[in-house]
């Protein structure tokens, strides 16, 4: 009798504090999940207007992650989960990651990173992955790691950054490249010293076209002097580009944006983007630089016909 | 020799000398200016070849718009390369699909890339006449001979990444949105058709 008590207890005590044994996620759910929550990004980024800003269809994403994706990423039950899964789920948390720069959807990426790792199966392409979602976040000494651990991978070269005295990163902020000392530093941007901030990318053809219209027209010349002209947050920091780009135009010197969440009013990062300021907030946008220009947006905005 | 022709000479010397100095200058400049126009003129005549042959790819591909997509799709060949990608993996990259007035303007290649060697993605491009882009697929599987030949980038050609990337017409981890920006969007490529 005592021997079956034991037993009994044995039981109870165990199913109280042993490990829950979460169910294993049926492989296809995860792929239809990963499916899912793509066709919402998809479509996301389908429903932006020319007006509208991108930030709403960001906010969705990551209301779609969680709702999607986010339950299977559990430390307690990713060790059951297949190997093909598990780089579906770290697909699935990269890309809404670099939509959102939503740092728990960062976190769950780095639980699946860290178990492909203890598995022995993470691939150079999880760390590439891994490296871009720490430049993206600012956390380069971190990406800086990842490069140096694996030596024999195809990583990019993270350049440097100095931070200037009295960084703050929680207020505007760029990344400035310096030829001379071969780095980025950086630095505090005082939105009140700018009318015109102007998010473009040297890669972009639209942002390209806008220069190269706005280089032939003292009145656009005229509307864009004295503007900062920024690149938006993602995880590619080349300075190739950027000195380049400098380099060929001196009118136009472009800068990286630290953090995008810290610019107030700065919903909209699509390329290119001409934001006019007053007294240092956000007054009005102008989005996009379609084939015909948007000349007459941007002169009229400034009042000029 | 009088002291009068001595200074004669000299003085004729010294003039040589100038003009041929300045020669030297001038052909040196010449040289240089040449080099630069050479190198922007290369730049041209790439980025020339580089825009007629797209146009070439273009004209021959079996997919320019949604429409064509959805005709092909309804009559899918045997042999069609798609068919190389599981269901899920060309479901997710099919409706990832942005067609432009010139053909496609922005695709994800997360599945191309995790599913398809870098000729079998070539191949999938190619309907679309974008298989140029393939070569921006950092971490495309490289098997096979024509598997590194579909990866050799423009950039590779001596002197034209340095000269400037910005040359390259595709813009990797962005998408093409259809106000006339782009925006960045990891795994997509914003082609030259947006």
Redesign the interface.
Known sequence: MKFLALIFAFLCISSLCGPVQASTPNGSEINSAYTLLRQKIDQSFANASSDASSGPARVQIADYYFRFIHKYQQESNIKSISASDLDLLRRAAIEAYVDTNNRKILDDFLIDIRELDRRGIASERAYQDEVYAFVQARMFENAQGIVAAHPKAVLPPIPKVSITNGFNPDAPAILSWNKDANKFVAQNVNLKDYKLIIVGHPLCHFTQRAVVDISEDDKLMSVTQGALWILPQDGNLDPSIISDWNTHHPNQIMSVVYLAAKWPGFNNWGTPTFYFLKDGKVDRSIVGWPSGGNAKALLSARGIR | MTKLKVKALLAVGFAFSVVGASSYAASTQTVSNTTQQSSSGFQQELLSRNKLERERDYAAAPIKSQADLIWYVGRMPANSPLKQLSG?GR??FL??L?FGDHGLASF?Y?DL??ELTASQIYRVLSLFGVQRSTSLI??ALVITPEDKAVMAVPDNVPGL??A???L??D?E???C???????????YI?T?N?
């Open positions: 899920q479901a997710r409706n990832s942005m994800s997360a890339r995790a950092k971490g990444k340095s400037s990337p910005s390259l017409p813009h981890s962005y998408r949105l259809s106000r006339g920006t782009c925006e960045s969007a990891y795994t914003c030259s947006c």
